[in-house]
């Protein structure tokens, strides 16, 4: 299986955006999930996991005005980003951990064993 990321774009700072991940080839139901984050010349940032059983873990920097959700398309998982700043120009990527028996324990990127390629959010001032 895979997954692919989409509905990055460029927005006005204030704006919103919904990102989906599809995962295709398994059902992600099973397996804990996370967004996560890169800006160039930054590391990696961690965001929001969900686990089989819908359960959330947020990052504590990022509540507040992100929400992961699962998608109304079969096998989607989407992360709707409020009140966008410059600062969260970055690649967004969705992960998943590598067996439908490891738990959630929050976006660490060293848990998760699958990533996306990834799409480009772009906030203008």
């Known amino acids: 299986g895979r997954l692919v990321e989409s509905g990055g774009g460029s927005v006005q700072a204030g704006g919103s955006l919904r990102l989906s991940c599809a995962a295709i080839g398994y059902n992600y139901d099973d397996y804990c999930m996370a967004w996560f984050r890169q800006a160039p010349g930054k590391e990696r940032e961690g965001i929001a996991s969900m686990d089989s059983d819908g359960s959330t873990i947020y990052a504590d920097s990022m509540k507040g005005r992100f929400t992961i959700s699962r998608g109304n398309a079969q096998y989607t998982l989407n992360l709707l980003m409020r009140s966008l700043k410059p600062e969260d120009t970055a690649m967004y990527y969705c992960?998943?951990?590598?067996?439908?028996?490891?738990?959630?324990?929050?976006?660490?990127?060293?848990?998760?064993?699958?990533w996306g390629q990834g799409t480009q959010v772009t906030v203008s001032s």
């Open positions: 992960a998943r951990r590598a067996n439908s028996w490891d738990r959630c324990r929050g976006p660490d990127s060293l848990d998760f064993d699958y």
